[in-house]
């Protein structure tokens, strides 16, 4: 029996015994909780501290249900008491890690609580870089909602109110999480970046922009992430000094 196979037989036995996942709600987080059992051995703390190992070393298409429950020491059917799907599995984990982003207290300077809070975002997701393959999924868990939050009111202190506020927290947003994935998915070894930077060399007359300002050979990842964020936030400032003297776009 193919492990696929053997997943669905195993989630049909346990849905016909056990309790029933929602079947309104596909998000771990809007599902009704499990019920406990007595197994002191195995929780989800357990399941996501296990599953992470196997994410960091391994990545994404090794973690199955089945290899995770064996990695646990128990069966299939004791990990589905737990965590209905393989997507439950990531969703408990992508939220963990952002617990590793540290939150600094609210200050005076919004500029540098984004600034400080965005950075150890990219840094943590770059050290779980099997996270950038999972950029679009809906991420409604504590650890994420705690940082969104942290975003938005700050920015809502600094000034910004409506679409103003909506418009900087996802461009802000889109920055971090476009950052890392460019980063990890980035796999080109210094001789081929010469090699294609020779290339546009070579046909300056299509790309003289490229070719005279060595696009190829630019590899200050986390310089031109400060420099980029900082470009965004002087937008930002501006916006809100703007607002200011119109009366618009600030809070009460």
């Given at each position: ?11 049909r ?6 309790r ?35 994410l ?37 984990c ?8 540290p939150l ?34 809906p ?9 969104m ?13 409506d679409?103003h ?25 210094a001789?081929?970046?010469e090699?294609?930077?020779?290339h ?13 300002h060595?696009?190829?050979?630019d ?8 420099r ?22 600030r809070?009460?």
């Amino acid at each position: 029996m193919s492990s696929a196979v053997n997943e669905m037989q195993i989630t049909r036995n346990r849905a016909k015994g056990g309790r029933r996942a929602d079947a309104a709600a596909r998000n771990v987080w809007l599902k009704p909780a499990p019920t406990p059992r007595d197994e002191p051995t195995l929780n989800r703390a357990r399941i996501v501290d296990e599953a992470l190992a196997l994410l960091d070393s391994e990545g994404i298409e090794r973690l199955t249900m089945r290899r995770l429950a064996e990695r646990l020491g128990h069966g299939s059917t004791t990990l589905y008491w737990h965590v209905d799907t393989k997507d439950d599995v990531l969703d408990l984990c992508l939220d963990a890690i952002y617990g590793e982003v540290p939150l600094p207290e609210h200050t005076e300077g919004w500029r540098g609580e984004i600034t400080f809070v965005l950075t150890g975002w990219r840094t943590v997701m770059l050290r779980h870089r099997w996270s950038t393959a999972l950029v679009g999924r809906p991420m409604i868990g504590p650890n994420i909602l705690a940082r969104m939050e942290f975003l938005q009111a700050s920015l809502l202190r600094a000034g910004l109110t409506d679409a103003h506020l909506a418009a900087a927290t996802w461009g802000l947003y889109n920055h971090v999480i476009g950052s890392a994935v460019s980063r990890a998915g980035w796999h080109m070894p210094a001789e081929e970046r010469e090699q294609a930077q020779q290339h546009l060399s070579a046909h300056s007359d299509r790309y003289p922009t490229l070719a005279a300002h060595g696009y190829m050979l630019d590899d200050d990842w986390d310089g031109t992430f400060t420099r980029s964020l900082n470009y965004l936030l002087d937008g930002i400032e501006a916006q809100i000094e703007r607002g200011a003297a119109r009366g618009i776009g600030r809070t009460p």
